[in-house]
């Protein structure tokens, strides 16, 4: 159960002036300005009832103030309405004290399926710091749309086909490798980066090897069983290059289907759109028209040389997963350079009327900036001496420079501790870095800042949640057999600031699934933090104000709402795809 300071309020309106709950209880929220608890607009209700906005919100007034615990004023159109902080911490003990991740729950999803395809990089490639954006974003999303009770199918759709596959087999062959060279590599992926390297030169001084590359591929589209096996050992091995960066980052996929799957699957749709008379002829190649759907360039189904292309292969993918899951939404976390490749396959799937049309986003993104060191300036690519920065080698960085901040602040704890804090909190500063901000703004990247324990970062929130870790632990040192919590004892205006966080995290959580967009969460959070250490902070100058007091009645109530906090906090870094150290 989600907290409700909202129901009973909208409830007694309502009522009042004889309009739908559902009307009242969707424009009472958050103040945008920091002037009360909640705040009403009055404008539609004022010209329901026509009257003026701020007469409206004046007489209101009272009617509020009728309910126990509330207070109210009126600022021009707007009621702003307080609230008592033992009724919030009532209402807030209510939901959360069983069981505080419910902060994070809601089942506006129940019922519900979504497919989210990200992170789908291209194989014998290797996953570049840019992967991060689709990959976190997407882990984000699918995380919030479960803990919204929605079902979810998280799908990697893998660039494991193409004419870069020719190549490098057409290289293997004419090099003599075997399985063992592949396997005796450090890192396969670099392996086969260097081959492609190797044959691309060879085939620019020599056309009958390009020739030769050209066969392998259109064998490897046949079906021929030596190409077949030799793309599925490339394809083996960087998959396992890719799972060990997912699994730092903690990433999992419910499929793995990429595009060769889809291979023989396109045939249909290109059969279905003929048999439409929506496919037109464009210097040999064939195209649907999308004028009437307001884009100027048509869209691109088949090559000229009868090659299929990307469109179709996603119609054809888009088709089978409806087939499989019957989503009521499906996400495709893919940067904003692709807009335009997904206006165009969904207007073609509105020409050919699928059912689903109306289900799918497009979840675009930024690009991802790093300082690069020697111009001084923030570069779209970050290269390390010329070679594309890889998310492997910015992760390692992170967790490198975070285990110097544990080894000098947390001498105490012993080394394996001290690796797994600086893991959780080198990796939790990049991830959080990406998910902080609009995901349709560029990010900029600079490790200085994203590991900072000040300001909007992930160290920061980690470090806020082991501090409330640290306080229960000294409150169970502290009072070996306590009393129970009672929310009356409550009264600080610091300490209902805190609650009121909590209470607006399921709307947080309701917005990143609404909007697909993991920093109304990511803001959520930090937002929360800042209420929690200024709350915390109080006891530093004021003894009474201290959650570890003398009174073990007020100590009782204060640590209880410590634990919702870290807790709620705790999972909320989790759904954003960051761990939570109870110590550093
Ligand atoms: N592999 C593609 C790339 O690296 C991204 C695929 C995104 N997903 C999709 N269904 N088109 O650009």
Redesign the pocket.
Known sequence: MSVDLISPIAQHLAVHLDLPFAQVAGLLGPPSRPAGDLALPCFVLAKAKQVAPPQLAQDLVAVVEELPGVSASAAGPFLNIDLAPEMVAEAVFTALLDDPVQALRSDQGAGKRVCI?YS???IAKHLAFHHIRSTMIGNALARCYRAAGWDTVRIN?L?DWGTAFGRLIAGWQREGLCVEDLQAADDAVTFLNTLYVRISQAAKEDPSVAEEARAWSRRLEEGDARARELWQLFKEASLKEFRKVYDLLGVEFDSWKGEAYYEDKMQPVVDELQDQGLLTEDQGALVVDLTAQGLKKPCLIRRADGGSLYATR?LA?CDDRFADYAFDRSL?V?DLG?ALHFKEWFAVAQCLQRPYVDRLRHIGFGVVLMWNEEEKSWAKTATRNGVPMLLVDVLEEAIRRARAIVDEKNPELDEDERQTVAQSVGIGAVVFNDLKSGRRGDVKFHFDDALSMQGETGPYLQYAHARLCSIERRFAATYADPPSADPQLLQRSDEKTVLLHLARLSGALLRVVQEDEPSALAQALLAMAAAVSTWLSAGNQDHSARVVCDDPARAAARVALVRMARVALGEGLYVLGLQAPQRM
């Open positions: 395809d789908s990089p291209n759709f660039g996603d993918a495709y893919v692709q």
